[in-house]
């Protein structure tokens, strides 16, 4: 199973996902940030994973369960 270890969002639009076992071949991720989809996610590595909202991240203000 994929496990996160860290995200980075200093990049504008943009969440950057390091961890392990990332799945590299024959499988789509999707991310959900403030009840909205990201626009595009690509599986970088198998210790990566970076998801852009087009129009930017949606604002989210407090913890929610999915």
């Known amino acids: 199973m994929p496990a996160f270890t860290a995200i980075d969002?200093?990049?504008s639009n943009t969440l950057v996902?390091?961890?392990?076992n990332f799945f590299t071949s024959d499988?789509?991720?999707h991310v959900i940030y403030?009840?909205?989809y990201a626009d595009t996610v690509v599986?970088?590595?198998?210790?990566?994973v970076?998801?852009?909202w087009?129009?930017?991240?949606?604002?989210?203000?407090e913890s929610q369960i999915p």
């Open 9 to 11: 969002n200093s990049v």
């Open 17 to 20: 996902f390091t961890g392990t």
């Open 27 to 29: 499988f789509k991720a």
């Open 34 to 36: 403030g009840g909205v």
């Open 43 to 48: 599986i970088d590595s198998a210790t990566q």
């Open 50 to 52: 970076t998801a852009t």
């Open 54 to 61: 087009t129009y930017g991240m949606p604002p989210f203000g």
